[in-house]
């Protein structure tokens, strides 16, 4: 009887154990469904921020368009080119500020853009929630790098 007991309470135990299982499991392919909507909105965002993009090109072939008709300034609008290039698993990049202003510049002379000087962009940046702090490189030097996240 005792044996049949013990052996019952250990299927139970199993039985609940399972139950807990079954269920982090279930709440786990929840978050993946939410997570995948996620990701395909923000990839459908992502598109349309590209088409965006690439209607704007096809404006500055058509006719001169002046700033105020431009819906980004140029600052953001080379932010979405240089963080759509990024693969889809880098989420968050430091850079350095020198770095990303000479990326900033050759974008400019690429698109046909007039550069902005560095502190009216690094402004911009600012504007627009990028954070800029300094780091310790090798031993003893430091620089300041851009957070874009």
């Not at 049949?4 to 978050?31: D, F, P, V």
């Not at 002046?66 to 979405?80: G, H, L, T, V, W």
Request: proline share 2%; glycine share 2%.
């Amino acid at each position: 009887m005792e044996s049949e007991n013990y052996s019952l309470r250990r299927h139970n135990t199993e039985l609940q154990i399972e139950l807990t299982l079954t269920r982090k499991i279930l709440n786990m392919q929840l978050e993946i469904d939410s997570l995948r909507e996620q990701v395909n909105k923000l990839k459908d965002e992502n598109s349309r921020l590209k088409n965006t993009i690439s209607c704007q090109g096809n404006r500055k072939q058509n006719k001169i368009v002046s700033s105020s008709e431009m819906p980004y300034s140029n600052a953001k609008r080379f932010i979405i080119d240089y963080v759509s290039l990024w693969p889809e698993d880098v989420l968050c990049k430091q850079i350095c500020c020198a770095t990303l202003y000479q990326d900033y510049l050759t974008w400019c002379d690429k698109n046909d853009e007039q550069a902005l000087s560095s502190n009216p962009l690094g402004k911009k940046f600012s504007q627009m929630d990028i954070n800029r702090k300094q780091v310790r490189v090798g031993n003893s030097n430091r620089e300041w790098q851009y957070i874009l996240d």
